[in-house]
């Protein structure tokens, strides 16, 4: 299975704010510190807000936080919410691109259990895991700290 862009900026969201501590980081910063686009992070986070793993403050002293501790984040969790309208593959029952054999197919149902099986890994690690004893990773993403 392929996670979207979308999937994966929110990772990094979340491990930028796990690495950061306590105060607050701007969509800029997260943005500039990856190398990505602003903008695309930017509809991550609000995303990401809405579902309940970051807290967004607004105002000119806004940022992003995680709403809670990062060994809570499950990265299943966050994955599920943002690829949670993308199916593996396709399979139409009626229209112009149906598929003849759907009421009789077993493929679909061997790749909903390989779905299952793809996520209860995912299910296996929290945001914690992705950063904790990676000193590496801090001194990437917070270069000027100590």
Known sequence: ?????????ASRVLMY????GTGLATVREIAKRYGVSKNHLAKVAWELGRAGFIETVRG???G???AGPAETISVGAV???????????????D?????RIVSSCVYRHVLVEAEE????????YSVQDLVEHNPVLRAVLLPNSR
């Open 95 to 99: 229209g112009a691109g149906a598929c």
């Open 117 to 124: 099986a793809f996520f209860a890994v995912l299910d296996r």
């Open 64 to 66: 992003l936080r995680l």
């Open 79 to 93: 994955a599920r919410h943002i690829e949670r309208t993308i199916p593996l593959a396709e399979c139409f029952p």
């Open 60 to 62: 000119r002293s806004g």
């Open 1 to 9: 299975m392929r996670l979207t862009d979308r999937t994966d900026y």
């Open 17 to 20: 704010l796990a690495v950061s």
